[in-house]
């Protein structure tokens, strides 16, 4: 997990460090399940954005899905979006129903998207590198700022020492956003 503050970046792991401070890149094409079916991350500024890339047969993300829905659900009324960005393994059109049942089926209750060709988590979380996982989760800031990385695998407390040690981090990181407006 890597996270960064204003001015540096700060990493427990260095895997997506060149994303931190930085702007989110556009992701292109993503399809939104609930109309509008088409959104920019421009139009989530002023809020604090949490993406999470799955797929239904993931154990990682159907263990992640509790605690992703605990944060909507506590920080919603202080402006967190989760956004649940589902990518079919491997890349293949998939209908909006199949992607409800599939979001239900494994407890993912954020707004829910579809990345069919990948073109979105090639964008924001691979960027051509060949990466251990692809259930990534970014946490932006409400300027739009990428200020902290799950590299994938549990963001829960279940797993190993060092997936939770990870998602403790991405918690402490998530709670400062949303108590101080920046990290």
Known sequence: MAFAVPGRAASLDAEGSEVLGKRLP?????????????RKPSDYKGKVVLIRFWTDQCPFCRGSAPVLSRWGDEYRDQGLVVIDIYHPKPPHA?????????????????????????SALDKLWLRGQDR????????????????????????????????????????????????????
Not at 99 to 110: E, F, P, S, T
Not at 151 to 180: C, I, K, P, V, W
């Open 94 to 118: 998939v209908s909006d129903d199949q992607v409800r049942a599939y979001a239900k089926r494994i407890g993912m209750r954020g707004t829910l998207a579809v990345d069919a060709s990948w």
């Open 26 to 38: 556009d992701w292109g094409a993503l399809h939104f399940v609930d109309a509008p079916v088409h």
């Open 132 to 183: 251990e996982f692809t259930s990534a989760s970014l946490l932006v800031d409400r300027e739009g700022i990428v200020r902290a990385v799950h590299r994938g695998g549990y963001l829960s407390q279940d797993g190993s020492d060092d997936d939770r040690r990870q998602a403790q981090a991405f918690e402490h990181s998530l709670r400062m956003l949303m108590t101080n407006d920046r990290m």
